[in-house]
């Protein structure tokens, strides 16, 4: 039987990271400009490592060979095969993220032989002002967003969002986006690295290069139509599973709990993520136990029976397909 597992965070150097992954969740960081934190992924190069009890030292793809309907549950198998379809990130904006959007399932495969990303984030921290980049502010045409970005400004296009603590975005297929500097959030995505960059602010990395962009891939792939359906409202009612997300490739609940909270999981026939965005938490199973802080992601096989949750004051994303 597989217990609870946590994973070592796989960190990522970006152009736009900062220090709080270390200086507010401990990652142990040493660079000054650390973006994310993967915590659970399987992308080919990045596949997460099992930090916890007996199975310490596994890589999650090699529990799936072994254990794929134990871990994932039957009918995710059925739909994904051995693929672990999600990947779980803390991400840290020092400074803007570049303007970008992701394909949709049928062009990431015909393109990449990849998964689309639909992907939601969830803000755990965002300095004064901090804002989100989420679509555009009127409808547009191919080809005043082709000149627009010919001409850099597709700037003067952009809806901006302000943000705090505890706002939720759900960033389909298509949609234009980025993060803005001072946010730090929790991300949920399908199982997929192809991002198309459309603009960059014309920054250099380390060598003095300016990143590729991918202007004439993005064009096919781009939701020109200005769509209010990005913020998610969500009940927030204490110690009880308040649905945030349902969406195809993934559905996340929020929980706050001040008490202890007993779930029975019997049916549900898919692993289940915890993210702590806040607080700490024990959570127990028939197979064993694993604590978490905010900042810290378990993974629970679909075996899993009963789930306790013991906690006076953590905030958790639990996150199914």
């Known amino acids: 039987m597989i217990h609870p597992l946590k994973f070592k965070p796989i960190l990522k150097e970006r152009l736009w990271g900062g220090t709080k992954l270390k200086e507010v ?28 009890g007996s199975l310490e030292g596994k890589s999650l793809q090699e529990l799936i060979d072994s254990n794929a309907e134990e871990l994932l549950g039957k009918s995710v198998v059925e739909r994904f095969g051995k693929e672990f379809p999600i990947l779980i990130k803390f991400i840290d904006a020092k400074q803007d993220l570049s303007i970008q959007l992701h394909p949709n399932d049928a062009l990431a495969k015909e393109r990449h032989n990849s998964f689309g990303k639909t992907e939601m984030w969830y803000i755990m921290d965002a300095d004064p002002k901090a804002e989100l980049i989420v679509g555009f502010n009127k409808d ?15 700037l003067d296009l952009l809806n901006y969002e302000q943000v705090k603590e505890g706002d939720t975005f759900f960033i389909n297929t298509g949609k234009i986006h980025a993060i803005g500097a001072g946010v730090m959030l929790a991300e949920i995505q399908q199982t997929s690295d192809v991002t198309y960059r459309v603009f960059d602010f014309n920054r250099k990395d380390k060598e003095g290069n300016l990143r590729e962009l991918h202007t004439d891939l993005a064009l096919d792939a781009v939701d020109y139509e200005k769509k209010d359906d990005f913020i998610v409202s969500y009940d927030k009612t204490k110690n009880e599973v308040n649905t945030m997300v349902d969406c195809p490739y993934f559905k996340t609940n929020f929980i706050e709990l001040t008490e202890n909270l007993d779930l029975d999981t019997a049916q549900r026939d898919s692993f289940t993520i915890y993210m702590c965005v806040g607080g700490e938490a ?21 075996s899993t029976q009963k789930i306790s949750l013991q906690s006076t004051g953590a905030k958790l994303l639990e996150v199914t397909i």
């Not at 000054?32 to 659970?40: A, F, H, K, N, R």
């Not at 967003?145 to 850099?152: F, G, R």
Request: net charge negative.
């Open 140 to 154: 547009v045409t191919k080809e005043e967003y082709a000149e627009s970005v010919a001409n850099d400004t597709l």
């Open 25 to 52: 969740f401990g990652k142990p960081i040493e660079s000054d400009i650390t973006g994310e934190s993967w915590e659970l992924s399987t992308v080919p190069g990045d596949i997460s490592v099992v930090a916890n």
């Open 282 to 302: 024990k959570i127990s199973t028939a197979e064993g136990e694993v604590s978490i802080k905010s900042g810290e992601t378990a993974l629970l096989p679909a």
